[in-house]
């Protein structure tokens, strides 16, 4: 690209300075011409001037009156016979019919010739010719045009310059652009443009960084769906297997119940998937409000046989005002199952579960008697999915409680204790 834009602006300027140039140097020629021969008519006006007494009274003029530049002067008779100068020793039938008060011009393949009658009452008595060498004409022509070739070639230069910058200039952009579009296309997705102040190379590199920002938007977002749907999902399906399991190993268990039971717990399996593809994708989540207590109670009767299997007692108090109050389901849902599922694998002793109003707001306490938090640690930071779902759930749980117009803090960090805040909506 480079070099099409140098050679391209290159031969614009050589077709600019050829139309330009070559009348310029046709109107030099001729200009030149029309001033030499026009100092040749002077010349040869001048000698008439000296010589005409002699002429008249049949002298033979003084030879050394010719002058001391390059021009030939000679005086002929009417005839066309020399009588003194140089030049050739006759004139022919057309040089030497010159009418009275006319400046013949009788230019030969050497020299510009010009040739001015000496007059008397009217009549021509004798002639005069002035002759220069075209050679000068020729020299004073050839400086010209070599200024002027000279002033070409300048031209031509500055314009390869200019040209060789403007081509940089414009060429390291489009090139960025090359680099970074085969960047994004090898998936580096943190690939950006910078800006070279043309307006409409910054154009597309702005628009084709949105587009990277947007991809790289929506595939982090999908990269956290599956972090968020495995972290979530994880105890659920440990759940369903072991009722299936313990249903397998008990002869006497009653097969509908177990089925119905991983009937729910599928349903909420689904439910998690539609909160977590909503929030993953910047879509509204799902807001579909229920009473406080029945949600509560749901949560209740699926974490409360979790805890007990592995020796943990479970206690869940709801304040009576706030009972029947309306809140999201699906955030409440997933933010509680985050908190009890991180009391369980990561606390001791018993969990307690307090839900009480907050001015307007619904606030859930979610505790244990473990360790609590290390100092200093920021646990709602987002750590890495490759490292088992640590650093996962309490991240996706503040997010969840955000985008509900929530809040989720850390109330108390030994032992740990929890505050989800969500807002009522009846």
Aim: charged share 25%; aromatic share 4%.
């Amino acid at each position: 690209m480079r070099r099409r834009i140098a050679v391209g602006t290159m031969v614009a300027a050589l077709v600019a300075i050829c139309l330009f140039g070559v009348p310029l140097a046709v109107a030099a020629t001729r200009y030149f011409t029309a001033t030499e021969r026009a100092e040749l008519e002077r010349a040869a006006e001048a000698y008439a001037l000296d010589v005409s007494a002699d002429v008249l009274r049949n002298r033979t003029p003084d030879p050394s009156a010719t002058g001391e530049d390059p021009t030939e002067l000679a005086v002929y008779r009417a005839s066309g016979s020399l009588l003194t100068g140089s030049g050739p020793a006759a004139l022919d039938g057309a040089d030497r019919d010159v009418r009275p008060n006319e400046v013949r011009a009788a230019d030969d393949p050497e020299n510009l010739v010009a040739i001015i009658p000496i007059t008397e009452d009217g009549a021509v008595v004798g002639l005069v010719r002035a002759a220069t060498p075209r050679t000068e004409l020729y020299q004073r022509t050839a400086a010209v045009w070599a200024a002027m070739a000279g002033l070409a070639a300048v031209a031509l230069l500055s314009a390869y310059l200019v040209a060789r910058r403007q081509s940089r200039r414009l060429a390291r952009p489009l090139e960025t652009l090359s680099a970074t579009a085969a960047r994004l296309g090898d998936g580096d997705l943190t690939a950006r443009t910078g800006r070279s102040g043309i307006a409409e190379i910054d154009s597309v590199g702005e628009t084709l960084d949105a587009t990277a920002a947007r991809l790289d938007d929506l595939l982090a977002r999908e990269r956290a769906f599956t972090a968020d749907a495995s972290h979530q999902l994880r105890t659920p399906l440990a759940a369903m297997r072991l009722q299936i399991e313990l249903a397998i190993e008990d002869p006497d268990s009653d097969p509908r119940a177990v089925v119905e039971a991983n009937l729910d717990a599928l349903d909420r399996l689904d439910r998690t998937v539609t909160d977590l593809l909503a929030l993953a994708r910047d879509t509204p989540p799902v807001r579909d409000a229920a009473a406080a207590r029945i949600q509560l109670s749901e949560i209740e009767r699926e974490w409360a046989p979790v805890l007990r299997r592995c020796g943990r007692e479970f206690t869940m108090t709801v304040e009576p005002g706030i009972a029947d109050r309306q809140v999201s389901e699906a955030v409440l849902r997933q933010v509680l199952s985050v908190l009890l599922d991180n009391a369980a694998r990561h606390g001791s002793g018993a969990v307690t579960v307090v839900a009480r109003d907050a001015g307007g707001a619904l606030a859930v306490d979610v505790g244990d008697e473990g360790p609590g938090i290390a100092d200093g640690a920021d646990v709602f930071r987002r750590r890495s999915p490759a490292a088992q779902g640590a650093g996962i759930g309490l991240a996706l749980a503040r997010r969840l409680a955000e985008a509900e117009g929530g809040r989720l803090r850390v109330k108390q960090p030994k032992p740990a204790v929890f505050t989800v805040l969500l807002p009522l909506q009846g």
